[in-house]
């Protein structure tokens, strides 16, 4: 069933248009890139730092179970809008203080307690480390799942040639629950289009579908194209582009992307903890081109009966603002959610309040 990481029990959101990711018009990004952490030739240094990541990671899992629930809460901004809609017919805002936990949970009024999370481009279950002890330490069952070609699956990137293939152990999971058993889905990034594909599929077995700066596609729209919205055409971008992978050769159009580490964490890491940046720069693998250069197909039969959330990352340098606003805008939702102070990559940089908001859209009715 693909590959599953799981734990032991226990700055303006309407900045201008010189933000440097995908989202705008300019720092289009170049350079050679890094592969996977298992890669052969991997320098010493990045392996020290992989070693020491690692163990950091682990330490903060043994903290977290021995009674981590009494940390303080990042401060954030949470927002939900129009909860039992279309995401159009009212608002409330919510300022919680740094003290505020969150209030506990009662499982027996959960339609699901299985959550299933997807990473997003080049990166895989691993990410999720911090999320996942969160999860279980409320009583739920969070799944981590590695997409085709990403964390430890061995496939390599440029072989993967559709969006079916990169979801594929997504597909599988959902293949094998049993009849009326569902489960929440939260997408990262371009895992939103992963997502999408099974909510037009697998419809009957998704509670709710969160998208997390995701891709939130539209009937017929590829992936990429929610990343260059504020640019030339993708085909234009990638035209010019300089971080581009040829597994079939160069007479062949482009299999991959890859960036190197500082555009790493230029792009996706402008607020995250050192010690992750140092795990996600020795672990993150290259990024197929193929499904997200996909044009996806979705009904309102099949994809239109899932209910949707968005989860808004307001410092993000990737996916900016404006560009998440305007995915929402287009495609409402049927709730907002707004992360003050993340980058696009909150399961790092903002956790504990990435936590309350997933605690929250579990609770919904």
Request: proline content about 5%; charged content about 25%.
């Amino acid at each position: 069933m693909g590959n599953g990481f799981t734990c032991m029990p226990g700055k303006d959101p309407r900045r201008g248009t010189n933000g440097g990711g995908f989202g705008s018009r300019s720092k289009r990004v170049s350079g050679s890139g890094l592969g996977s952490w298992r890669k052969r030739g991997m320098s010493e240094e990045d392996e020290m730092l992989h070693k020491q990541a690692l163990a950091i990671a682990r330490q903060q899992l043994s903290q977290r179970f021995e009674g981590s629930m009494s940390r303080r809460v990042d401060g954030s901004m949470s927002r939900r809008i129009g909860a039992g809609g279309n995401g159009a017919v009212s608002s409330r805002r919510r300022d919680l203080p740094d003290s505020v936990k969150q209030p506990p949970i009662v499982l027996e009024n959960l339609e699901t307690k299985k959550i299933v999370l997807i990473h997003g481009e080049g990166f895989g279950a691993w990410c999720w480390y911090k999320t996942m002890s969160m999860l279980e330490e409320a009583g739920l069952e969070p799944v981590a799942l590695d997409l085709t070609g990403s964390g430890i699956d061995n496939t390599d990137v440029n072989s993967i040639t559709t969006l079916e293939e990169y979801s594929k152990p997504l597909i599988n999971y959902l293949s094998t629950l049993g009849d009326g058993e569902k489960v929440i889905v939260v997408a990262h990034s371009c895992g939103g289009a992963c997502l999408s594909f099974v909510m037009e599929h697998f419809s009957g077995k998704i509670s709710k579908a969160v998208f997390l700066a995701a891709t939130m596609v539209k009937d017929g729209q590829k992936p990429f194209d929610v990343f260059t919205q504020e640019l030339a055409s993708a085909d234009i971008l990638l035209q010019e582009s300089q971080f581009l992978l040829y597994g079939n050769g160069k007479d062949k159009p482009p299999t991959g992307l890859k960036f190197d580490k500082q555009q790493i964490k230029a792009l996706y890491f402008n607020q995250t903890p050192t010690k992750d940046i140092a795990l996600a720069t020795v672990s993150m693998r290259p990024i197929p081109l193929a499904p997200i250069m996909e044009k996806i197909s979705l009904t309102p039969e099949k994809y239109g009966t899932v209910r949707r959330f968005y989860i808004q990352t307001l410092e993000d340098m990737m996916l900016s603002a404006d560009v998440q606003e305007k995915l929402v805008r287009e495609s409402p939702p049927h709730g907002i959610f707004k992360i003050k102070g993340g980058d696009h990559c909150p399961f790092f940089s903002k956790p504990q309040a990435l936590n309350k908001i997933l605690l929250e859209i579990a609770q919904i009715q």
